[in-house]
């Protein structure tokens, strides 16, 4: 009976994995048009709106994540491979200065991490990929831009 019972339901619950998993990969694209409003953002209440945003929405990730080491455990998905390039973004911005968005978000910092050693995820970009973000995110003249320069001359 058991057998029959998981024959059954066996592709109704795959269809709702695989559906939760494409409403997850639509969040991370709406992560990364955040992203984009923050880089871009003209001016102090722009980018604090998208700072807002962005922790609002990792702290919903936060939520949903299990015990790692990627969104869905141990099995990498299509998920996976939306939030590589978010957390590529991370790393630019943390030479800025973090700006507390995934501040307090130990699940996240967890799946930052497991994703920025798989080998499929670093090998995603060119070499000199993080340069060429830099060189982007000073040329935008926006208030991030204008943040870094002024952190470029601090230093």
Not at 111 to 131: F, G, K, P
Request: aromatic share 14%; charged share 20%.
């Amino acid at each position: 009976m058991l057998t029959l019972i998981s024959h059954v339901l066996c592709p109704y619950v795959q269809r709702a994995v695989i559906s939760l998993h494409r409403a997850w990969i639509e969040f991370g694209s709406a992560v990364l048009n955040d992203i984009a409003g923050f880089y871009s953002a003209a001016d102090e209440t722009a980018f604090a709106q998208k700072i807002k945003a962005l922790t609002d929405k990792f702290a919903r990730l936060e939520a949903r994540l299990g015990a790692g080491p990627y969104f869905d455990g141990e099995r990498f998905s299509l998920v996976d491979v939306v939030f590589g390039p978010v957390f590529r973004y991370f790393d630019a911005f943390d030479w800025v200065g973090g700006f507390a968005i995934l501040a307090g978000k130990p699940k996240v910092a967890a799946y930052r991490q497991a994703l920025s050693t798989r080998l499929s995820v670093r090998a995603a970009v060119a070499a000199d990929y993080n340069d060429r973000l830099w060189t982007f995110l000073q040329a935008r003249n926006s208030h991030l831009s204008r943040i870094i320069a002024h952190s470029t001359k601090m230093a």
